[in-house]
C-alpha cells in the first residue's frame, strides 16, 4: 500500500484498529488494569502521513521537525523529515477513538486544535502518548512553557497510554492505555525542566500512581450526553 495514496478525511473512522481488551500489568511495583489496542495497515499508515511533511500532514512547514534528536526522535527520523512525535500522537488518538466508539479527526490547525476528543458537553480530551514507558518512573509530559512561552492547560481531561512493539516496516504496532487525570490535577504540579539535553521546555509531569483506570472514562464520556439530550 502507497503511503501517499491512502486518503484521508478529516473525521475518520478506524479501520484496521482493534481493542485487544483489558490486561493487568504489573508497572514500577504496582499493578494497573490497563487498555490495549493494535493498529496496523491502514491506520498505522494514516498515521505516518500525518507525521511526514506534504499534503494532509499535522507538519507545520514553517518548522517541520522542531524536535532535536533524543526527544522521541532518532537521526534517521530527522534526516526523512519524519515527526515521531506527531506519529506518537496519532496512533494514541486513534486508539482513543476506537475506545469511545467515535470518529479520529484529523484536520490540521496551526497552532493547535481546540482539542483530541470533546465530549457532548463540551469535556476537552488530551491524548499523550509516549513512544516507550520507562517502568522504573513511569511518566507523562504537559508542556508548560516552551522557548519562555507559556502554554496554558486547554483540556479538562489528559489520557495517557504508551507504544508498543512499534515496527515502522511492518506497519504496525500496540497501544497501551493506562488511564487519565484531570486538568487541576495537572495544573497543581510543579513546572519542571524537560529531561533531554538542551531542552528548552518545561514541562508539568503526571505520574502513573495518579492516574484513574482508563476504564472510567468510558463512564464519563456515556453521562456526556445527559446534559445534551
Known amino acids: 500500500m502507497d503511503i501517499n495514496e491512502v486518503p484521508i478525511p478529516d473525521k475518520y473512522i478506524p479501520e484496521t484498529t482493534s481493542f485487544l481488551g483489558y490486561e493487568n500489568r504489573e508497572i514500577a511495583g504496582n499493578m494497573y488494569k490497563v487498555a490495549v489496542f493494535e493498529i496496523k495497515n491502514k491506520d498505522f499508515i494514516i498515521c505516518e ?3 511526514l511533511g506534504g499534503k494532509r500532514s499535522w507538519i507545520d512547514e514553517k518548522k517541520p521537525n522542531p524536535y532535536n534528536k533524543g526527544i522521541c526522535n532518532t537521526k534517521e527520523d530527522i534526516a ?3 515527526n515521531r512525535p506527531k506519529f506518537t500522537g496519532a496512533l494514541g488518538e486513534m486508539a482513543l477513538a476506537i475506545f469511545l466508539d467515535s470518529f479520529f479527526n484529523t484536520e490540521y490547525k496551526k497552532n493547535g486544535d481546540k482539542g483530541d476528543f470533546i465530549f457532548p458537553d463540551g469535556t476537552i480530551i488530551d491524548v499523550k502518548n509516549s513512544v516507550q514507558l520507562h517502568s522504573y518512573n513511569p ?5 508548560a512553557k516552551n522557548e519562555g512561552d507559556d502554554y496554558p492547560l486547554k483540556s479538562d481531561i489528559y489520557v495517557c497510554g504508551f507504544l508498543e512493539d512499534c515496527e515502522r516496516d511492518d506497519k504496525f504496532t500496540k497501544v497501551v492505555i493506562v488511564g487519565f487525570q484531570y486538568k487541576d ?3 497543581e504540579r510543579p513546572i519542571v525542566p524537560g529531561k533531554s539535553k ?3 521546555h518545561k514541562n508539568r509531569e503526571i505520574p502513573i500512581k495518579a492516574l484513574y483506570p482508563i476504564e472510567e472514562l468510558l463512564d464519563i464520556y456515556h453521562y456526556s450526553y445527559i446534559g445534551v439530550l
Open 49 to 51: 502521513r500525518l507525521a
Open 80 to 82: 526523512e523529515g519524519f
Open 139 to 143: 511518566l507523562w509530559f504537559v508542556t
Open 185 to 187: 490535577y495537572v495544573a
Open 198 to 200: 538542551n531542552a528548552k
